[in-house]
């Protein structure tokens, strides 16, 4: 494919993501939306990406694409990427270790759509919940809430890692780790031990957390994000 100007790939990629085109381009479309990709206009990036996630071609093929353009330099593209992969399911199991690198980007938004999409895998997730275990302790409310609930789709795997999170230095992640704990291995006698040791945590928080868990109590959801 000739290399095309910006306003018309500009506009190839806005015709593509509006109004579609017929089965029989479909192919000539994905090369035109990957070579938007390499775009020095992150505008025309993002769009490329928000139309290869609809764009009527293998499954495969477009989370390679969408797993390369987790590395773009703008923010709102990997963001874009990180959400679009979380559509494919298991199709997505590919893109696996550049999402748990999404885990430790810049960007906020790109960390929390990484984790959501993450959580999607469920168990076969299992390999990325250290990096989830330490968003816990992410400085931004609504991270916190989707990795909390990414770890708890993933379940009985996240153990180690959130017995791991009790030795951090952040009482507040410690905190929301114990929570966890108490939510997804209630039956696990390492789980149970655990809790024990966090009852006589140095933070008073933590020690209540664990003392409610201990107890059979209800744990509020607040004490997951607060």
Known sequence: ??????????????????????????????????????????????????????????????????????????????????????????????????????????????????????????????AACPGLVGLLGDPDVRTRVVVAAALKRIGEPSVPALLAGLRNADPELRGRTVTLLARIGADDEAVTAALRAAAEDPDEEVRRIAGAALGGLQIPVASLVA
């Open 1 to 126: 494919m000739e290399p095309l100007s910006p306003q018309v790939m500009h506009k190839l990629v806005f015709t593509i993501l509006v109004h579609g085109l017929p089965d029989a381009q479909t192919t000539v479309a994905f090369e035109v939306l990957m070579e938007a990709q390499r775009s020095p206009n992150p505008q025309v990036r993002e769009l490329a990406v928000v139309a290869l996630a609809e764009l009527p071609v293998s499954p495969a093929k477009r989370v390679i694409a969408l797993a390369k353009a987790m590395q773009d330099p703008s923010a709102r593209v990997r963001r874009r990427a990180a959400r679009a992969l979380g559509d494919f399911g298991m199709h997505a199991m590919p893109a696996l270790q550049v999402l748990v690198a999404g885990l430790r980007d810049a960007d906020a938004s790109v960390r929390r759509d990484s984790a959501g999409t993450l959580g999607r895998f469920g168990v076969a997730a299992a």
